[in-house]
């Protein structure tokens, strides 16, 4: 089954302890990304990655860093939390070029940091 | 840059009724997709419908419909015969098309909660 897989699925953290949002998909697609959604806000771009070793900032990238070593996988590393990245964070990714409208996104991630 | 604007935080309807669902936009490009995204209390994103901007022809998919009005930047979603299982935050999106960048960003409103009472 095609899909984005994203672990842990909920988590509560404390703040300064770093911690790693894992997201993995199967479907041999070029393009990942990071969003965070907040009530009133809509989703928001983190970071996004177009190719193994090739990322770049989204609209919100202060406290995220990101890796892509590999095609399928795409973390998201909080260094160092605060209670203001408490979010719900989707990891998505699509085809490229010619299909890259074809958004698959994780199931989610729900992240406490108090 | 792109915005989206959805101004009913809220709408609610009676089952079996038809609801409309709006969404503004803002951008200078001229090829570009419009989305609908439903979000159940699953919190799962599910695509509902989108639109390619060439197109002059409104897509529609089952009971979903839009109305898009491209020179208005205008995208409205409309659910007929509305069912409980409808209830669901709801996000209108849009993504330039592939000639206008690398970035294939979805840039989302801020989403409208509806609630269909049986």
């Known amino acids: 089954e095609a899909q984005v897989t994203q672990n842990p699925r909920y988590l509560i953290t404390v703040t300064g302890k770093k911690l790693t949002v894992t997201c993995s998909q199967n479907?041999?697609?070029?393009?990942m990304s990071w969003y965070r959604q907040d009530p009133g806000l809509g989703l928001r771009q983190i970071y996004y990655s177009m190719n193994v070793e090739v990322t770049d900032k989204g609209d919100v990238p202060e406290g995220y860093k990101v890796s892509r070593k590999e095609k399928r996988n795409f973390p998201l590393i909080l260094e160092s939390p605060s209670p203001n990245q408490t979010s719900l964070y989707f990891c998505?990714?699509?085809?490229?070029?010619?299909?890259?409208?074809?958004?698959?996104f994780g199931p989610g991630t729900r992240l406490t940091v108090t | 840059a792109q915005t989206v604007t959805q101004s009913q935080p809220e709408m609610s309807v009676q089952e079996a009724e038809t609801v409309t669902l709006s969404c503004t936009y803002d951008t200078s490009e001229n090829n570009y997709y419009l989305f609908w995204y439903k979000q159940p209390p699953s919190r799962q994103m599910i695509l509902v419908i989108r639109q390619e901007a060439y197109k002059q022809q409104n897509a529609t998919e089952n009971r979903f419909s839009v109305n898009f009005q491209k020179a208005a930047k205008s995208f409205s979603l409309k659910i007929s015969d509305s069912q409980l299982g409808d209830t669901a935050m709801y996000f209108c999106?849009?993504?330039?098309?592939?000639?206008?960048?690398?970035?294939?960003?979805?840039?989302f409103g801020k989403g409208t909660l509806l609630t269909v009472n049986p």
């Open positions: 479907m041999n697609h070029e393009y």
């Open positions: 999106a849009f993504m330039k098309h592939r000639s206008g960048g690398s970035n294939y960003k979805l840039t």
């Open positions: 998505a990714s699509s085809p490229y070029r010619d299909r890259a409208y074809e958004q698959y």
